[in-house]
C-alpha cells in the first residue's frame, strides 16, 4: 500500500503522517516514509529528533547541492539517506527519486 498526503500549508499533512505512520508500524506493517517538503518537520512528529531530522536534512541539501551522490535504488536511498523511527518506521528526507523502481 503506499499512501501521499498533499494538502496546502498548515493543513496537518505532518502531524497527519506522523500519526498514520507510528499506527500502521504499531500494527505490524512495514512502514517508509519519506518527508519531501521543503520544510521538513516529519522526523520531529515521528520522534527521531533534533539533531537526527537535521542530519537528515544536511543529507538531502547535500544530494541537492551535488556534494553527494544520489541513490541509485529506493533501498539505497533508506540505507545511506534513512533513519529509524519509532514504532518501526523508516524515515529519509528527499526531494525527489530519480528513476523509481516499480512496486
Do not use: W
Request: proline residues 5%.
Amino acid at each position: 500500500m503506499k499512501i501521499a498526503v498533499v494538502g496546502k500549508g498548515g493543513a496537518g499533512k505532518t502531524t497527519t503522517s506522523a500519526v498514520l505512520a507510528r499506527s500502521l508500524g504499531r500494527r505490524g506493517a512495514r512502514v517508509v516514509a519519506l518527508d519531501c517538503d521543503t520544510n521538513p518537520n516529519l522526523g520531529l512528529s515521528l520522534g527521531v529528533g533534533d539533531s537526527e531530522t537535521e542530519r537528515l536534512l544536511t543529507l538531502r541539501d547535500q544530494v541537492d547541492d551535488g556534494e553527494a551522490e544520489h541513490a541509485p535504488t529506493f533501498h539505497d536511498i533508506l540505507d545511506r539517506y534513512g533513519a529509524e523511527a519509532p514504532d518501526g518506521v523508516r524515515l529519509s528526507v528527499i526531494t525527489r527519486i530519480e528513476n523509481p523502481e516499480p512496486g
